[in-house]
């Protein structure tokens, strides 16, 4: 199992930045995919998910309505849209696979299971 976060960058704030997550190793609409992120000196925390098959998905409120979550399950590949960023997104944004128990929309985060190893990240900054 493997995922390798691309995409992010420096950008100012109010800027654009699209990120990709490319999956291997396991069969990929089996699996919810989900975005996290890891400022400095906080815990790593819940950004956004999407269903393997079909459109169930959630976000942490910080992200409604500025970031979007897809997939692309022929290409393995999962999206995450970020606009409007401001200063508090800059973090080191991480995908992964998850299952839940139920619909992603309906399943808390910390009721995510089956997690693969974490990939190395993707750094957003945002700064003036």
């Known amino acids: 199992v493997q995922f390798v976060e691309s995409g992010g960058g420096t950008v100012q704030p109010g800027g654009s930045l699209r990120l990709s997550c490319a999956a291997s190793?396991?069969?990929?609409?089996?699996?919810?995919m989900a975005w996290y992120r890891q400022a400095p000196g906080k815990e790593r925390e819940f950004v956004a998910a999407n269903s393997g098959i079909g459109d169930s998905t959630a976000y942490a409120s910080f992200a409604k309505g500025r970031f979007t979550i897809s997939r692309d399950n022929p290409k393995t590949t999962a999206y995450l849209q970020m606009n409007n960023l401001t200063p508090e997104d800059t973090a080191i944004y991480y995908c992964n696979r998850v299952t839940a128990s139920g619909p992603i929309a309906m399943t808390p985060p910390s009721g995510f299971q089956d997690y693969g190893s974490w990939g190395q990240g993707t750094q957003v900054t945002v700064r003036s």
């Open positions: 190793g396991f069969m990929f609409t089996a699996y919810a």
